[in-house]
């Protein structure tokens, strides 16, 4: 029986427990002299519950142990004596008569796959029936059990909550220990890249050029320091310039002077701004914003300027910002307590004098926490920054020169055919753990900031 039918079934028992258990509880009710502690469908989802969920654990435990099963039952037939001995080759005709096993109109072109092939499909079928067998009769047991419990003084009510904040933690948990895991995968191969090449002339070079590197000396050649001033310069710098007064003058406009009307329709316009995908943005840099940014330079005597500034990046980069920048702002206006801008009303101040005097200082930490956020995805930003942005790492403050990123050269070192354990492959996980400090400590700074201005207002 395929996953999905089992699923599918398991499901079934789920509703059939759950409206078993609740037509049960419906007649503890009947006569309403007892006022019950649980609702009759909190009683269903009690059962419902023990009727699934063990039997879906199990599905998940069995999937992931059954194929060891099935490959030593194929091992132990006398065919698999002709396997050969290195495990590469084995495990290939293993694979080959899983793959006829499955197709029985296909061919395997090794006659010991084909001779495998039925006894793949005969072990796949015994212990798929076997899964299938255990996880009904566990849903069985479960609904059982939970249905013998259903009184009129149980708790279920309790009992369901519980559960619920259980899959709630488990959720959580899963988020934190996948973010444990990328981080762990970053450490470990940075460990690798810093035996190659010292911390500190990584750290704190000013030289990088990863497609000639010193076998001898591969530090002097990838020095990050170019790197995060251009990541630094345009996502930090020129798209701020653009991102913060723009996105905290439309906050403004939203929150003190646009009519409903009009804060309806502007709203749900920047919401979608917000929600272009990245490559959009990338184009529009590359095919529009660069030429434009290209043709101003000539115009301002630059005739060699560059159509992969950092200027045109930046810009466009800024432009994405803004509906972040906006929604942070707009709501740390919004918090501000009416009190404090109807008193200064009252006290004969403009509307104007009011929020550079009042709203603005009073909402400030909650802004900056906004622009902190932003900036950490800014720098972390990738698609613009590989279709606008140069490879050449420079350390300058022209706008119109190229500049280069962490993550556009972490695509480019990932992308190329070096061994994977060369200094330059491993110099991109090196890359991405300190850019992953980086925005981690830029996160919990902003996260700070935000707990203690809602302290102030609570």
Known sequence: MSAFVLLFLIAGLGLIAWLTARARAARFDRGGAKRLHSLPGQHGWYVAIWTVIPAILFITVWSSISPGLVKEAVLQHPAAAQLPQFDFERDALLAEARRVSQDPGAKAFDPVAEQLAPV???????????????AILLAFAGGAFAFTRIRADFRARSQVERGVMVLLLIASLIAILTTLGIFLSLLWESLRFFQQVPFWEFLFGTHWSPQVIDANDPGASLGAVPLFWGTFFIGAVIAMIVAIPFGLMSAIYLTQYAAPRVRRWMKPILEILAGVPTVVYGYFAALTVAPLVRDLAVMLGMPFASSESALAAGLVMGVMIIPFV?????????AVPTAMRDGSLAMGATTSETISKVLIPAALPGVVAGVLLAVSRAIGETMIVVMAASGAANITLNPFESATTVTKQIVDLLTGESEFDSPKTLAAFALGLTLFVI????????LRVVKKYREAYE
Do not use: P, Q
């Open 439 to 446: 925005t981690l400590m830029l996160n919990i700074v902003a």
């Open 326 to 334: 906006s929604s942070m702002a707009d709501d740390s206006i919004a």
């Open 120 to 134: 793949v499909r005969e072990a796949r079928s015994r212990y798929s029936w076997m899964g299938t067998l255990a």
